[in-house]
């Protein structure tokens, strides 16, 4: 190994040459060792580093594919018909062309976290510079994905490069293989989703940890403020310039001028999707409180702007609608985009004079403009609010139908059904019209939380009937009333945090943790949400929420008038509930998993993913639910969560992802781990059945959610406390005890107290089992023993003796 | 006699393979002839007592019932023969040999759908179209292109007569 360290050097003899030595062959191991850290197998691993271990997931959880569509139209000798698995041209069959598209889905998420981690990481870099230090709050281990893939323990900014290097090549390398005459088998597809997933998690972290450190968001504080939420949270007295996107980094400049300028109290600034989330974390770690309020997600974007309230646009990146300009321009709104990912067609203004750019926007002569310069940005954007907010009230902008209005275009419905069909719901519109011809528009107001504002409708109808606006028009009592309270983002989990809770967890006594992420497609509206949180809570569950899910959590109340966030505390304890922050804070709930492993239970952490990830596959119990799902993002995110053995339920939008990972737990040979004390065989409860599957009802996911947070290390206290919820919310919301309860008691101690001699009995009589009663123990019949001490491991490599 | 088979426009997935439409007297007469079909149910009879109603008339006639998402809630202590099952495994497990069946009995040679989102379904017999063999006949208010027979696309009273129709053809 070379003795070169990384930086800047000169060569003596050769006057003004510098040599830049950016990475060296062996330079993580070389830096861990000087640190006196020790690095696992795969620091930085390829594309087959972990092949091994995801064969091991796959054997158990085998893909499940569902095309969307039955033919492959990728290369110029197609489309190729696939249907019933026949191959293709190139020779691919169904299944592994399925495993491709899977695939390109999963890097594209990845991609778009990561791009805006490279993107907001050179911006902080310009700004604070390489040595600024990653301060993410009480924590040693500031970077468990980063650390645990990379074996890289990055201390400033300028590590972070390094960081983003290694997931972009693998990014590239894991795209290359979409090309046609690549992979051909389904099974390596598969190994690469997991990577790739693996991989969007680093991203998310680098851009998280990266802002976290420079804006002055809160650093793992459970007392993060609480920020105001809703569509009815908006004064629109005042001018209005709403924010969408994912991408805070020229946002800040908006927000600082308003500060500057004293112009907080003259105007509103909102944010529809994780913009939003991260602009109420901005200066608010050192008690600071939030300089703007949340309108809400995606599904908030065309309504909001069809209300005519925002008097200016800015967009940055993801999730933004593209017809945002085209829609813009019919309201006389200017939209500005800031970012190169999106620039809808608009000139670039990033050199030119601010009172330039506000004179033409607020004259028309131009719809928008593109502005990649945010000291620019940061001042045309609230002054050109200011202008066009009078120019706008002056125009008497019209921008939803009258109720007068609402009652003659019902009348113009022919009930063809061509609305309904489209409607990715299949929502009840022509009802809904048919009451409206009589005046009475309660049908549409019916409507107004299960529809998604996708606008589809709008573009099937044959007689022209704005049908979204006639929602949103007879909807505005609700509107003025969605006004909710959603706690700030507080970022990771601290190192103190975890070893405080990590050993309910592990032990099962703390029954689970449920992640709530994602995006916000859900199948019947926002509610569900609420009351899966509500009642996952109550049961002392941790709930850790982010993203679009954490915005809608917070528009609901209690009959006490209190949203969950002001119900429950924000520690990470049994019964809290955490929003961790925007998308790319996903990375801190994998983050936490790791955390566990490498703190509680002192796993080696830096550069081996497959210890930890076995770790977690065997004895932590968290699900991830992603009711709403619509993004490749969410796909890419629930990847890296099921490499790490951690399993996700979607909603049924979710089947389209078109593949799935189940388990069949009548498979008896499946279900079996190695102890690693002595590398014997142990069989282990079916849990979790699947690492990605859909529910169809929240009322089926919620048992659901408490069976897969049954793992091997439960004790017999936690294995009670699991399967007590899991009895309960089969029968609160299945009716009936669930058929499968019995297969995960090991001894009498694992059954609730309270109903322990009932469900002996049952034991007895159904299941033929051994029950001695005069003690009320068992004798025969568990298919596995309760034994403490054991250690499930998948990995035959980490038992004793092996290595 | 209501003709169930005219609107067969598609508005989920896409494939060559598609549903033949089918009339609910042909439909009857196909799950009649089935050597051991299974009817699965969805959450969505929840919305209407009707289709609760024509459920449980369809199983009655020995049909055994896969009850999907919550739809278990409204088929127990009906005198009939319903096991709750979450559809994507259960679409799983129908493909495997080694499946022994809800009642241990067995795999099924036909499957028969109702109650379902339009769009979730179309992905389930997506799987089961291109990955097995099975013989799938969709009783929906919607046309399930991937269904091997399907009704088409239907008004909601048209639906429920079809139901009664296809109910005394079994
Ligand atoms: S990539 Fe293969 S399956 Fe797809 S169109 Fe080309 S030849 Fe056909
Ligand atoms: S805008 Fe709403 S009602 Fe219209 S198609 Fe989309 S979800 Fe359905
Ligand atoms: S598409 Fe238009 S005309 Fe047809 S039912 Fe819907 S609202 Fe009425």
């Known amino acids: 190994m070379s003795d070169i360290p990384n930086g800047l050097f000169s060569i003596d003899e050769l006057e003004n040459v510098q040599i830049t030595i950016g990475k060296i062959v062996g330079a993580i191991e070389q830096k861990a060792k000087e640190e006196g850290v020790e690095v696992g197998p795969t620091p930085k691993p390829g594309i087959s580093a972990l092949r091994d271990w995801d064969y091991k997931l796959l054997s158990r959880y085998k893909p499940v594919y569902t095309p969307v569509c039955d033919q492959c139209c990728y290369c110029t000798f197609g489309k190729c018909d696939l249907t019933g698995n026949k191959e293709g041209a190139c020779g691919i069959n169904m299944e592994a062309h399925q495993a491709r598209e899977t695939l390109l889905r999963v890097i594209t998420g990845a991609a778009a976290h990561s791009g805006h981690g490279r993107h907001i990481l050179h911006h902080l870099i310009g700004l604070y510079g390489r040595d600024k230090p990653i301060d993410v709050g009480p924590s040693n281990l500031l970077a468990p994905n980063t650390q645990a893939v990379t074996g890289i323990r990055p201390e400033t900014l300028g590590d972070l490069e390094e960081v983003m290097d290694y997931v972009e090549e693998q990014l590239t390398q894991l795209l290359a293989t979409i090309h046609a005459g690549q992979e051909g088998a389904a099974i390596d597809f598969e190994s690469k989703i997991l990577h790739g997933g693996m991989l969007d998690h680093v991203g998310m972290e680098v851009s998280d940890i990266a802002q976290i450190s420079c804006m002055g968001m809160p650093k793992s504080d459970p007392e993060a403020p609480l920020v105001e939420i809703g569509m009815g949270c908006i004064d629109s007295s005042k001018p209005v310039l709403v924010v969408i996107g994912h991408n805070v980094a020229g946002v800040t400049n908006i927000m600082d001028y308003i500060q500057d300028h004293g112009l907080e109290d003259k105007m509103e600034l909102a944010g529809l999707c994780c913009t939003a989330i991260d602009m109420t974390r901005y200066q608010t770690d050192r008690g600071g409180k939030p300089h703007a309020k949340v309108i809400g997600t995606l599904a908030k974007e065309l309504k909001m702007i069809r209300s005519g309230v925002p008097d200016v646009i800015v967009v940055d990146e993801q999730c933004v609608r593209a017809d945002v300009l085209d829609e813009a321009k019919k309201l006389s709104i200017p939209v500005i985009t800031t970012n190169e990912k999106i620039m809808y067609g608009l000139r670039n203004r990033s050199a030119d004079r601010p009172q330039d750019i506000i004179d033409d926007l607020s004259s028309f002569k131009e719809p928008g403009a593109l502005i990649l310069d945010f000291d620019v940005l940061g001042q045309v954007a609230p002054e050109l609010t200011l202008k066009m907010s009078k120019i706008r009230d002056e125009m008497g902008i019209k921008a939803l139908p009258s109720d007068e209005d609402l009652k003659e275009l019902s009348t113009k419905c022919v009930m063809c059904a061509a609305c309904e069909m489209d409607c990715p719901d299949n929502l009840p519109i022509m009802e809904a019209m048919k009451a409206g011809v009589d005046g009475d528009f309660s049908k549409f107001e019916y409507l107004h939380d299960k529809c998604i504002a996708c606008g589809r409708c709008d573009q099937a109808c044959p007689k022209d009937i704005p049908i979204l606006n006639m929602i949103e028009q007879a909807s505005q009592k609700l509107i003025r009333e969605e006004k909710g309270l959603m706690r700030a983002g507080r970022g990771q989990i601290s190192d103190p945090e975890i070893r405080e809770e990590g050993v309910n967890l592990v032990l099962g006594t703390t029954p689970g943790i449920i992640a709530m992420v994602g995006c916000s497609n859900y199948p019947d509206g926002t509610k569900d949400l609420y009351r899966v949180a509500d009642e996952m809570l109550k049961r002392n569950y941790i709930v850790v929420i982010s993203g679009c899910s954490a915005m809608d959590l917070g528009m609901y109340k209690d009959e006490d008038g209190e949203t969950l966030y002001e119900k429950y505390p924000a520690k990470f304890l049994a019964g809290n509930l955490i929003n961790v922050g925007s998308c790319v804070s996903n990375s801190h709930i994998t983050g936490t998993a790791i955390k566990v492993a490498a703190i509680f239970a002192q796993r080696q952490v830096s550069g081996n993913y497959e210890e930890i990830a076995d770790y977690i596959t065997n004895r932590i119990g968290a699900v991830g639910v992603a009711w709403g799902a619509y993004s490749q993002k969410a796909s890419s995110i629930a990847s890296g969560c099921n490499r790490l053995g951690i399993p996700v339920v979607v909603g049924p939008h979710g089947s389209k992802y078109r593949r799935a990972l189940i388990g069949k737990p009548y498979n008896e040979e499946d279900w079996k781990v190695y102890d690693a004390r002595d590398g014997s065989e142990m069989p282990i409860p079916s849990s979790p059945e699947f690492l990605l599957t859909t529910a169809e009802s929240i009322e089926e996911l919620l048992p659901m959610l408490a069976k897969n947070c049954i793992r091997p290390s439960d004790n017999n206290m936690g294995r009670m406390i699991k399967l007590t919820h899991y009895m309960e919310l089969s029968q609160k919301y299945l009716g009936h005890m669930p058929a499968d309860w019995y297969k995960f008691v090991r001894t009498e101690t694992d059954l609730p107290l309270a109903k322990r001699e009932d469900l002996l009995k049952i034991l007895e009589k159904d299941h033929g089992w051994e029950i001695d009663w005069k003690r009320k123990k068992i004798l025969s019949g568990p298919s596995m023993k309760s034994d403490v001490s054991a250690q499930p491991t998948n990995v035959k490599r980490l038992c004793k003796g092996e290595c | ?170």
């Not at chain 2, 459920?55 to 319903?82: E, F, Q, R, Y």
């Not at chain 2, 979730?120 to 799987?127: A, C, K, T």
């Open chain 2, 1 to 170: 006699m209501v003709d169930t088979t005219k609107n067969t426009q598609i508005y989920s997935t896409w494939g060559r393979k598609m549903a033949k439409p089918v009339n609910p007297n042909v439909a009857g007469k196909v799950i009649s002839k089935a050597k051991r079909p299974l009817l699965v149910v969805g959450s969505e009879i929840l919305m209407d007592e009707k289709l609760v109603e024509k459920t449980i008339s369809i199983a009655k006639k020995g049909i055994p019932v896969a009850a999907t998402g919550h739809s278990i809630t409204a088929l127990m202590n009906k005198g009939i023969d319903a096991k709750y099952i979450n559809v994507h495994s259960l679409a799983t497990f129908l493909g495997d040999a080694k499946w022994g069946g809800l009642d241990g009995q067995g795999s099924y040679d036909t499957i028969l759908f109702l109650g379902h989102k339009k769009y979730y379904l179309d992905q389930v017999l997506s799987g089961l179209k291109n990955f097995t063999d099975l013989k799938t006949l969709a009783i929906e208010r919607h046309f399930m292109q991937n269904a091997t027979l399907s009704f088409g696309n239907l008004r909601p009273e048209v639906h429920l007569d079809a139901l009664d129709e296809f109910i005394d053809n079994i």
